[in-house]
């Protein structure tokens, strides 16, 4: 279990080893060995998307610029940044609350639908059957990041970590966790 | 500013600006609103250090949006 034993926080926090975190249904004695995130490569649409947003709002200025009066440039750009602020802080907030998690008792996947509806799923280690990585395409390839499948006994909810850097690692580490 | 603004100069701008904003603003107050609730409970289901910061920009997304409703009346 060497590679569980130290601290570490790769790829901007989202494969995290022993995390200062603790969670609402966390139980005494209860330690959290892995963190995960989606991998950052994948949250370049929206990032890319609020450059777009930003560039366009800078060309309309220049297009618009005698068509309205200052208050009335003022007032529309103020709202446009305001609109592209809140965009880019939402899908801040999917990606660093959306997170997988793996401690020494269970595994949760806690996740946030569009902020307002929330999902948690839990399985205890002792009743996981199969645990499975899967990546599929160039990026996945490129980037080593994939889903992992972790399929539970009798009625629990699977739990699925999706787009998480690592997979293998991922597989490798609750294995482990779920033989000792 | 008003119906005989655009009577008088045919502009249609003013007329439709105002209360587009208005509505715009009492749209994103609601938002704002949600998304702080949400921030709250997201910062208790998962406990980081320094997980106030999150809050507190949340918090002034939410200040931002009583300006917003306010900045119409005041200006145009």
Redesign the interface.
Known sequence: MGETEKTSHDLFHSFCVR??????TQEDGEVVILMLRAHPITQLPWIISGIILIVLLIFANVVFFG??TP??I??IN??SV?FIA?YL??NF?LY??N?GIVTNMKVLD?D?HM??Y?E?TEARLDRIEDVTAKMGGYFASIFNFGDVFIQTAGTEANIEFLKVPRPSEVVSIVNKLGES | MNFTEFLTTGNLVPLILKPALIVLGFIYLIYAIAIFRQTQVMAKTLIVSNDWIIVFISFIQLVVAIILVAVPFVIL
């Open positions: 995390p200062d975190v603790r969670f609402d068509f309205l208050p009335q003022l007032i103020l709202y305001i809140s802080w939402l907030l660093f609350f997170v806690i946030f902020v307002l929330k948690t």
